[in-house]
């Protein structure tokens, strides 16, 4: 079934003038939009910490307050924080500070979709997802090209929901390219999906392919620059947007094109491996196991081991010395992922099995 896809010609502006809107983090998608949201004619004000980012908001000519403040200020808020601390946030400074009929603006599903958050039923509960990092929201919103952004409706306590969620997704800039309407949970599962069944599965494919080369003995620089460092990929990507996954084609030779065409048939039988493995991650993310996982209470501490091996995997090292050669300058990985503490050797006990695992995972890739 296709989705219901709202335009810019879309969008009542007027339902939502008079409302005082809070902006709850002025980060990335925070700044972004609040700065959409005033330029469209509303009133926004922000709610964040007493840091730098609430300085920042000040530079930018916002009235600023605690988030506690702010949600007793506004009736309609955008919570634009991290995903992982809105739970905590939630139950200490909004929850009891929410009144009836007001709206609650999500960028993302997660915490909805998968329970972390229960809200009163007497709120309405919106997404406005964009498809694109906070500083692209700025830009395109400016120079009008605007952004996909996935929309929807979770609780309507006002009846006025729908009409809301348009209004405000025009004045963030999210119906110039288009609005198309999902769930929380199918927003969440997409965005998991692509990170969790595609990202990996991608991922495996670019470090083997690397390794193939070097092991036939190509200049790791030469080698580096041909599969990701030009950064041709990310031009061919932005190209598949605009013209067609296929029709891209055509801005490559025709050696190439029949190169490619011709040789994707040696990889079906792991293409068909990769969809099994990709339907077992799916169901993973759709039955709420993953989420559950991500809860459990030593999840932070085996990231923290995992992503120290990652960064300490033999490729990193290749990386590093192609990048001092090609005078690219280097952001030292090491020195941001510190080692593992005494405390956590200790408490990863239980989990040891595992972290070995993922340990000769990253030492074999
Ligand atoms: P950022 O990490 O850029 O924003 C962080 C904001 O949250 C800052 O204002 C920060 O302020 C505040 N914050 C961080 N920790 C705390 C805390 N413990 N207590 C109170 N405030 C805190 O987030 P993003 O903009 O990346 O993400 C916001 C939402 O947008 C998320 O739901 C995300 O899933 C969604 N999203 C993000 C996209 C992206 O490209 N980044 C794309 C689409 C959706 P300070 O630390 O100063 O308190």
């Not at 079906?268 to 209470?297: C, H, N, P, T, V």
Request: hydrophobic content about 40%; charged content about 30%; aromatic content about 10%.
């Amino acid at each position: 079934m296709n989705a219901n896809v709202y335009h810019e010609g879309e969008g009542d502006l007027s339902l939502i003038k008079d409302k005082l809107i809070s902006i709850i983090g002025y980060g990335n998608q925070g700044r972004a939009q609040a700065l959409n949201l005033r330029d469209s004619g509303l009133k926004v004000i922000i709610g964040n910490r007493n840091d730098e980012y609430k300085k920042r908001a000040e530079k930018d000519g916002f009235e600023t307050y605690s988030i506690e403040e702010a949600i007793k200020k506004a009736q309609i808020f955008f919570f634009l924080i991290p995903d992982e601390i809105m739970k905590e946030l939630f139950a200490s400074e909004i929850h009891p500070n929410l009144k009836e009929n007001e709206t609650l603006i999500f960028a993302s599903g997660y915490n909805i979709a998968f329970d972390i958050i229960s809200l009163p039923p007497n709120v309405d509960i919106l997404l406005i997802a964009p498809r694109m990092i906070g500083i692209g929201v700025r830009e395109l919103y400016l120079n009008k090209k605007g952004f996909f952004t996935f929309i929807g409706v979770h609780q309507d306590s006002s009846g006025k929901a729908k009409e809301n969620l348009i209004a405000l997704t025009k004045a963030v800039g999210g119906l110039i390219k288009g609005a198309i309407e999902v769930s929380f949970k199918q927003e969440a599962v997409l965005d998991l999906f692509n990170e969790q069944g595609f990202g990996p599965a991608f991922g495996q494919v670019l470090l083997k392919s690397m390794q193939t080369l070097l092991d036939a003995g190509y200049p790791p620089e030469a080698v580096l620059v041909e599969m990701f460092m030009s950064g041709e990929m990310s031009y061919t990507y932005e190209k598949m947007a605009q013209v067609g996954l296929v029709k891209q084609t055509n801005f490559h030779s025709q050696t190439s094109q029949y190169g490619s065409m011709s040789r994707g048939i040696k990889f079906r039988s792991i293409s068909k491996e990769i969809g099994k493995k990709q339907k077992e991650i799916l169901e993973d993310i759709e039955s709420g196991k993953f989420a559950k996982e991500w809860e459990a209470k030593l999840s932070k501490l085996k990231f923290k081991f995992i992503k120290f091996f990652a960064t300490r995997l033999p490729f990193a090292r290749v990386e590093e010395k192609v990048r001092n050669n090609l005078n690219i300058p280097e952001y030292d990985l090491f020195a941001e992922i510190p080692y593992p503490t005494e405390d956590d050797i200790k408490r990863s006990k239980e989990i040891e099995q595992e972290l070995k695992e993922f340990e000769d995972f990253y030492q074999d890739l």
